[in-house]
């Protein structure tokens, strides 16, 4: 059963743009939210994260927003850069175990 | 640099062919995790060490096993590989919970790809 949902398999931007990513989830107990980007032969890289009690975490060019209602969170990224094309995977944990998402390729157009 | 190691890379096994894939890691954590990964998949958790608690997730198969000697090394052994289980195998580490820095942040090492013929 899958509780972490990214539901566009791929996105295409233009550089210097926004890319804005996605993700749902469907356990209550998630307590705790990561974004990993994955270059191809790579292993995820940890990337954001933001805990439950908050709504938004900002990094440089990354933001992380949570809507707990909604059991929503998305990844903004502003301005795009073509090193930001990669897999990108949601993560969500409670108790220590990630679930994933099936993840988000992002493509950066020149 | 504090890092996590998977070796080897690449692995190409016979179908039924033990194979042993191996993780080390110099951040000291104390959470040790073994993935695996298909196209175009999510990771899917197998198992993870606890220190030196293992813990199997319901749904993997009995034919992956791990191994964890000591804090730095941890071990996935596949008793006899079958087609199905070519996949990415991705080990990742994290601190104890409790503490008060990312605890719950995954490390990941850059994986084994496993061929099966």
């Known amino acids: 059963d899958q509780q972490v949902k990214q539901n566009s398999p791929s996105l295409s931007v233009q550089e210097g743009r926004i890319s804005i990513l996605n993700c749902d989830y469907t356990?209550?107990?998630?307590?705790?939210f990561l974004w990993y980007k994955k270059y191809p032969a790579e292993g995820p890289t940890f990337l954001i994260s933001?805990?439950?009690?908050?709504d938004k975490n900002e990094d440089g060019r990354f933001t992380v927003f949570l809507n707990k209602s909604a059991k929503h969170l998305s990844l903004h990224i502003v301005p795009s850069q073509p090193g930001d094309s990669a897999v990108y995977f949601c993560?969500?944990?409670?108790?220590?175990?990630?679930?994933f998402g099936a993840g988000t390729t992002v493509t950066v157009r020149a | 640099d504090a890092m996590v190691i998977q070796n080897p890379r690449y692995q190409v096994t016979q179908f039924g062919k033990p194979v042993t894939l191996s993780c080390s890691q110099t951040?000291?954590?104390?959470?040790m995790y073994w993935y695996q990964q298909k196209s175009s998949q999510a990771p899917k958790l197998l198992f993870h060490?606890?220190?030196?608690?293992?813990?199997n997730e319901a749904d993997t198969p009995d034919n992956f096993q791990s191994r964890r000697p000591n804090t730095s090394f941890c071990f996935l052994d596949i008793r006899s590989p079958g087609l199905g289980d070519a996949a990415m195998y991705l080990c990742?580490?994290?601190?104890?919970?409790?503490?008060?820095?990312?605890?719950?942040?995954?490390?990941f090492g850059p994986g084994t790809r496993l061929t099966v013929l």
């Open positions: 990742a580490t994290s601190r104890r919970p409790g503490e008060r820095e990312g605890r719950d942040t995954q490390y």
């Open positions: 356990n209550s107990m998630f307590d705790y």
């Open positions: 933001i805990s439950s009690i908050k």
């Open positions: 993560a969500a944990t409670f108790d220590y175990k990630l679930s």
């Open positions: 951040l000291n954590h104390n959470v």
């Open positions: 060490y606890y220190d030196k608690d293992f813990n």
